[in-house]
């Protein structure tokens, strides 16, 4: 019998000391939000993927080193400005002010169009391992 089939048998002659280790799996998960809401970040999270996820806007994905059990409130708005010469899309934390994502494009002169967007929050042991390029601790 190879030490790799199961079931084994041993055969102990004297003192053993035999150990195990556990590992803490990081939960898997996604949700899609609406502007205002509030959002509990998962225990074991400490990076978000954030993007906005509704139909004829940009995606704009970023990665958040975010606290594990905090919660968040965050806003999420499209404004267009010129009738389409520029765009700002932002994504923000209420309770702080920090912007998770602030894209902006073209000609920021008169606003022209405001929309609250959906957001989409996606968490993972791949995605905790992301280099972040926003904190908000």
Do not use: C
Request: glycine residues 8%; hydrophobic residues 30%; negative net charge.
């Amino acid at each position: 019998m190879a030490l790799t089939d199961n079931p084994m048998s041993i055969i102990v002659t004297g003192n053993v000391t035999i150990g195990a280790t556990l590992e803490a799996s990081t939960p898997t998960g996604e949700t899609t939000l609406a502007h205002g809401s509030t959002f509990t970040v998962p225990a074991g999270i400490t990076v978000l993927r954030a993007s906005f996820n509704q139909s004829g806007y940009l995606n704009l994905p970023t990665y958040v080193g975010v606290t594990p059990n905090k919660s968040y409130k965050l806003y999420s708005n499209y404004t267009q400005y010129n009738y389409g010469e520029g765009e700002e899309y932002l994504l923000y934390n209420a309770n702080n002010n920090k912007y998770w994502i602030d894209y902006t494009i073209g000609n920021l002169d008169v606003n022209t169009d405001y929309t609250k967007l959906n957001f989409k929050l996606e968490w993972s042991s791949t995605i905790n391992q992301h280099t972040v390029e926003v904190t908000d601790y």
